[in-house]
């Protein structure tokens, strides 16, 4: 990707069908892929979130950064990741995305988990997280999987989403 087209890039925003994908593994372990990652941190950081994947940029590529919880000055970035571990106790909290505007979700998830993946040398890695980092690895692992916190909202989440949802949905169309 040149540079150019990394500057472009932006956060794309539900409905964006592109953020329903299931994203393809990262084969080649470039400078372009460590540029986009260096994007996709910039990109996060300006929207002030705590991870960012890939498909809401528009790459439909397995990759995600996030920040580290407690030092939002550093992030990480995982690779082709897979989840483990996930069978212990769950918890529910409120999740909003960055590519989801003004939506916020009750979302249960197990409260620790592993992850591994590659790193951008192509190495693998893997580490162990609880409470909001494990949470922020889930949601991002969603993503990479076209899955969205509006596919696990309850009823009462439903209702209180559905005019933020409706403004998304008509904006995007027109
Ligand atoms: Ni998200």
Do not use: E, S, T, V
């Given at each position: 990707m040149t540079s150019p087209e990394l500057e472009s890039l932006t956060i794309i925003k539900y409905p964006d069908p592109r953020l329903r994908k299931i994203c393809e593994p990262v084969v080649e372990f470039d400078a372009s892929l460590r540029a986009l990652a260096d994007r996709m941190i910039v990109l996060m950081n300006q929207a002030e979130g705590i991870g960012l994947a890939a498909p809401q940029v528009?790459?439909?590529?397995?990759m995600f950064v996030c920040a580290i919880i407690g030092k939002p000055k550093d992030s990480m970035v995982f690779v082709n990741p897979t989840l483990a571990d996930l069978d212990g106790e769950a918890e529910a909290a409120e999740e909003g995305c960055l590519s989801i505007p003004e939506v916020t979700v009750t979302v249960k998830r197990p409260v620790k988990c592993r992850i591994d993946a590659h790193d951008l040398d192509g190495n693998p890695v893997a580490f162990e997280a609880t409470e909001l980092m494990a949470r922020c690895w889930q949601h991002e692992c969603d993503h990479l999987n076209g899955r969205l916190i509006i596919d696990r909202m309850s009823p009462a989440d439903r209702v209180a989403n559905r005019r933020a949802l409706k403004r998304l949905e008509s904006r995007f169309g027109g």
């Open positions: 528009g790459i439909l590529k397995q």
